[in-house]
C-alpha cells in the first residue's frame, strides 16, 4: 500500500508540517526512505533499520559539526559573529557540546556523566524524584486551575537535576528562563538580530549564575556532578575549562535532559486526557502497565524528532546517494511509527512487547546518557 504523494515539497523547518508531520512520515517510510529536502539542503533517513544501521557504524556518520551546520545555514553569518562576540565580551565563548566529541575524546566526557545516571545510580534518586513530584501534585490540587507543563513536567525535571548537580531553588527560574532562550536559539528561523542577542542575554546570566558555582565548587569539592566535572581530570590528564563545564551543564544537563523529559511527561499527560480508558487500564494495573505506557508515550512523542548527523563518506541506500560532508537529519519520529517495526505504530498498545525498541534516545555509542532518569522521571 502507497502512501499518498505530499501537495508540497517536505520540509521540516515548514510550520505546518512541524504541527502536523504524520502525514509526511507515512510517505517517507513507504515512498521516499532517504528524502534529499532542497529548501534545507539534508537529507533525511526515515526508517527504523536504516537509522539502526547508520548509527552502528562509525565509518557511516558522526555528529560533529553538525548542528553548527545547522545554525549557519539558517542564520545570518553576521548574527552569528555579533553572537559569538557577546559571549567572549559579557560571558564565556560556548564551548562544543558532549554529542560533539568522538572516539576517546568522548568516551572520557561519557565516563563523567555515566557515575551519576547510570542505571544503577538513578535508583537511588527515587526518593528524591518521589518527594519532588508529590511535592508538585499537592500544589496543584490545592489551585483551580493550572497550567499542568510549567506547573508539573517542567518544574519535576529541573528540580530534579537541580538536587543532582547541587544547585540551591533559587537556580530554577533563571535555568528555565536560560533553557526556553536556548531553544529559541537552536530552533527559531527568520528572528531578528536583536531578538538573537536577547536570547544571547539571557544564556550569559545563567553562565554567571553556573559560574559562581564552578568557583563554589572549586574551593569546597563535595559529591555533586558539578564538582567532579570541576575537580576531577580526565583518565587522559585533561582538565575541563570553564566554558566546558558551562556547556557541560546547560546544554547537556538541563536543555538536553530537563526539556526532553518534561516534553515526554506532557505528551504522556496527553494521551491520558485524551483516551479515559487508557487512564483504567493504568490504575487498574500500575505495576503491569505504567513501564510499557512509558515507553509507548517516549515511542509515539519524541521530544527530539531527529538527530542532525554528517556524512563522513558517500553512502547509498535504496536508490539515493548521500554525498560525504552532508547534512544528515535521522528521524526518529518516523522510525518509531515504522510499520516494519511496530504493529499498529500510531496506537498506544499497553500489550507492545518491542516497546521500549524505540529510537528515541538514539542508539550506540552515542545514545541518551540520561535515559534511565528520563525514564525514572
Known sequence: MTAETPTKPISFHDPDLIQRPYEAYSYMLSEAPVYYDESTDQYIVSRYE??????????????????????????????????????????WPRAAPMGHYEG????????????FLRASKVQEYDGTIQEIASGQAERLAAKTEADLVSEYCEQISLRVICRILGAPDEAIPIVKEATDAMITNVGQLGSTEEEEIEVALKEIEAQHFFKRMIDEKRARPDDTILSEFVNSPLPSGYVLTDPEILTLVMLDLFMAGSETASKAM?????????????????????DGNLKTFVEEVLRLEPPARALARIALRDITMHGVT???????MLCVSSANRDTQR??????????????????????GAHSCIGAPLARKE
Do not use: M
Not at 542564520?75 to 559573529?81: V, W
Not at 576517546?104 to 557515575?115: G, I, N, P, T
Open 50 to 91: 536504516d537509522i539502526r544501521k547508520l548509527v552502528a557504524d562509525s565509518t557511516a556518520v558522526n555528529s560533529n559539526g553538525a548542528n553548527e551546520r545547522l545554525a549557519r545555514a539558517h542564520k545570518p553569518a553576521s548574527i552569528l559573529a555579533r553572537i559569538n562576540k557577546l559571549f567572549e565580551e559579557k560571558g
Open 104 to 115: 576517546e575524546d568522548y568516551r572520557e566526557r561519557r565516563d563523567l556523566f555515566e557515575r
Open 266 to 286: 506532557a505528551s504522556g499527560f496527553y494521551y491520558l486526557c485524551k483516551n479515559p480508558e487508557l487512564q483504567q487500564h493504568l490504575r487498574a494495573d500500575l
Open 322 to 328: 548521500i554525498p560525504k560532508d552532508s547534512l544528515v
Open 342 to 363: 511496530f504493529g499498529c505504530p500510531a496506537e498506544v498498545d499497553l500489550g507492545r512487547s518491542n516497546a521500549a525498541q524505540h529510537l528515541t534516545f538514539g542508539s
